[in-house]
């Protein structure tokens, strides 16, 4: 098993990009989740599913989307990039009742 | 709906010293809680879940009802275990803590 791979590990954009950061997981669960973490702020919830077709807001999810049309896949869209969207994205999933597998991140810049 | 605080952004011990990490929560029904580590430039792992009652690398964590809480604690505390951790309810409702910097001095 792979786990949760996420990719890019790093990218920096321009303002007003788009790009989608991908996350994938092989182990059928199925609670997907994102977040961005920031320094002092901890771990914010983006966006999450409880299943496949299934998806609803966290926390901070004003310039994403996601969609998740399959029990794999869970990517998470930047609609037009700004510099407050520099972060670290975490993805995780987990079966129900137990708890998250996070992927190892993606470190974006926003210039 | 459950929801968790951390009270405490920093908790700053030497080798060798007690450890409780605070966690309380909210819930609408029964609890189910987790406590995440994070080392640094790592990714978050798994560290307990409070239905396994089970120690991982010297550190526990027991429910308490009455005081809706579910402290980490560790007796004897070590270099290595300086992290980030992070207290969670279930992954139906995956909102994290803001997570308690912990660490340890030698």
């Known amino acids: 098993n792979a786990g949760v791979t996420q990719t890019p590990k790093f990218q920096v954009l321009k303002t007003g990009q788009s790009m989608t950061l991908q996350c994938a997981q092989d182990?059928?669960?199925?609670?997907m989740s994102w977040y961005r973490q920031d320094p002092g702020m901890g771990l914010r919830l983006i966006h999450y599913?409880?299943?496949?077709?299934?998806?609803d807001q966290g926390e901070v999810p004003n310039g994403y989307n996601v969609s998740r049309s399959t029990t794999e896949d869970f990517p998470l869209r930047l609609l037009s990039a700004a510099p407050s969207q520099t972060s670290v994205y975490f993805c995780?999933?987990?079966?129900?009742?137990?708890?998250?597998?996070f992927g190892s991140g993606t470190r974006l810049t926003v210039v | 709906a459950q929801r968790v605080t951390q009270p405490e952004k920093l908790l700053s011990v030497f080798k060798g010293a007690p450890v409780e990490l605070k966690c309380n929560y909210s819930?609408?029904?029964?609890?189910?809680l987790f406590w995440y580590v994070q080392y640094s430039r790592q990714r978050l792992q798994l560290l307990l879940r409070?239905?396994s009652r089970e120690s991982i690398k010297g550190f526990t964590a027991d429910l308490n009802k009455g005081e809706t809480s579910f402290h980490l604690k560790k007796p004897f505390a070590q270099e290595e275990d300086s992290a980030m951790y992070y207290c969670?309810?279930?992954?139906?409702?995956?909102?994290f803590g803001r997570g308690t910097s912990l660490i340890v001095h030698p």
């Open positions: 995780a999933s987990s079966p129900v009742n137990y708890g998250y597998t």
């Open positions: 182990m059928n669960h199925e609670y």
């Open positions: 599913s409880v299943g496949a077709g299934i998806t």
């Open positions: 819930y609408s029904g029964s609890p189910e």
């Open positions: 409070h239905i």
């Open positions: 969670a309810p279930s992954p139906a409702i995956p909102t």
